[in-house]
């Protein structure tokens, strides 16, 4: 009895037939068509990629020993068998994964169950379809032997451990990855009050099994807040009539409509108040940079420092001058700028001796983006002993990030801290 291990020497042919076969499998769950139709279950269009490639070598392991098996007589005859049973699975899956994705959303089902769902559908898809690649291109007894030598049942074993691990672990490696950094994402948008957007990657962490806390809940219930939000400042923006509002109305109502992701509607009602009001100015300039329109959200911001700059001093007008010129620096960032992006946190550390310990951290990042550890770690360290209430764990955490990530000989156990 020989042991089957995948076919060696596979041709160009082969490996075409197998690169249709991943592409129909991403067609069948979605990528080819509504972004939406499989983001109930797999959330991202990249996590749908990253099964298909990592199921297809198992896929091809099983669909060789399929091939040596049962289609040493009539190879042609089997092909055409997978080929019809890979369109039906086609199709079936294709119905299937928008409703699958529907009872997936309404529940919690979490992380390793899901990556074997989402496992299953794809080699339900390419296993047939990588049968008949591999019995189509089987090559008859008499050209060429094309036996493959026994293998030793523990080396067998090794390879399936390996096409399966690759199927099912690493994709759940990855969305767990990808959950990391988008609840840091969605965590922004919440504090940035971008709800729209908010929700958008908070449905995508739901469908994909999260579980991790965002603002001390999980996605789910953060989400059902959120709706009930959405709602209401939908129904309030549907309800008002910009003709009949004041300038403090008329702004109220240019940040609901932002909260919404409806920049456009809120720039219109910014730009004729913009150029009196800093409050319009800075809206309208977040507004901007959000839409990554670098240039006209930089000279929004600096107007907004300019109005902010002729009030009388008051923590209304320093939280305002924080904001302008955090945002002057980011759009310079933005725009290559990156002097001068420095130079406007270091202004705001002179114009601003409250807000220091603000302007060191910002500082701190900063330079950390630019490759300057050391540098990063002073203004992290003069930030904690400005505010240690503010920014003595922030600071803390990323001293140690810094330090991790550098060499100890020019950091030294030191600059950690205890």
């Known amino acids: 009895m020989q042991i089957i291990t995948p076919a060696r020497g596979a041709t160009l042919a082969q490996i075409a037939g197998y690169a249709v076969v991943a592409g129909v499998t991403w067609y069948a769950l979605g990528g080819a068509i509504a972004d939406s139709a499989a983001a109930p279950l ?41 080929a019809v049973t890979g369109l039906a699975a086609t199709f079936l899956v294709a119905l299937i994964v928008p409703v699958v994705g529907s009872v997936v959303e309404s ?16 080699l339900a898809v390419e296993l047939p379809w990588c049968v008949a690649v591999a019995c189509f291109f089987h090559r008859r007894p008499g ?21 399966v691990g690759a199927a099912i672990a690493l994709p759940a490696v990855f969305i767990n990855d990808l959950i990391g950094k988008q609840t840091v994402l969605a965590s922004d948008l919440l504090a ?42 939908e129904q309030r923006v549907d309800r008002a009539d910009p003709a009949a509002l004041d300038a403090q109305q008329t702004i109220e109502l240019a940040r609901a409509l932002a909260m919404l992701d409806r920049a456009a509607a809120a720039q219109a009602l910014l730009e004729p108040l913009a150029g009196e009001r800093a409050d319009a100015a800075l809206l309208l300039a977040a507004t901007l940079q959000e839409q990554q329109i670098w240039e006209a959200s930089l000279a929004q911001f600096a107007s907004a420092a300019r109005l902010l700059r002729d009030m009388p001093d008051s923590a209304q007008r320093t939280a305002g001058l924080v904001q302008a010129i955090d945002g002057i620096a980011f759009c310079e960032r933005e725009l290559g700028r990156f002097r001068e992006a420095q130079q406007s946190y270091e202004a705001g550390l002179r114009e601003l001796p409250n807000a220091a310990a603000h302007f060191h951290f910002q500082l701190a990042r900063h330079h950390q ?18 505010d240690p209430q503010g920014y003595g764990s922030q600071s803390a955490a990323l001293i140690r990030q810094l330090a991790a990530g550098s060499p100890g000989c020019l950091l030294g156990p030191s600059a950690v801290g205890k």
């Open 42 to 82: 797999f959330g991202w269009q990249r996590l749908i990629v990253v099964h298909v490639l990592l199921a297809l070598p198992l896929c091809i392991f099983v669909a060789s020993a399929v091939r040596n098996r049962f289609a040493t007589r009539s190879p042609l005859t089997l092909a055409l068998t997978a």
């Open 107 to 122: 529940g919690s089902a979490g992380l390793w169950i899901l990556a074997l769902l989402r496992a299953l559908l794809c």
């Open 143 to 163: 050209s060429q032997n094309t036996s493959v030598p026994a293998k030793s049942f523990r080396e067998s074993a090794i390879w399936t451990t390996v096409a």
């Open 192 to 233: 940035r009050q971008q709800l729209v957007a908010a929700d958008r990657v908070i449905a995508r962490l739901s469908a994909a099994g999260s579980n991790r806390p965002l603002r001390g809940a999980e996605p789910t219930t953060v989400r059902r807040k959120l709706a009930r939000t959405i709602m209401a400042l």
């Open 369 to 386: 983006l630019g490759g300057r550890p050391t540098t990063a770690m002073a203004h992290l360290q003069q930030a904690a002993t400005l």
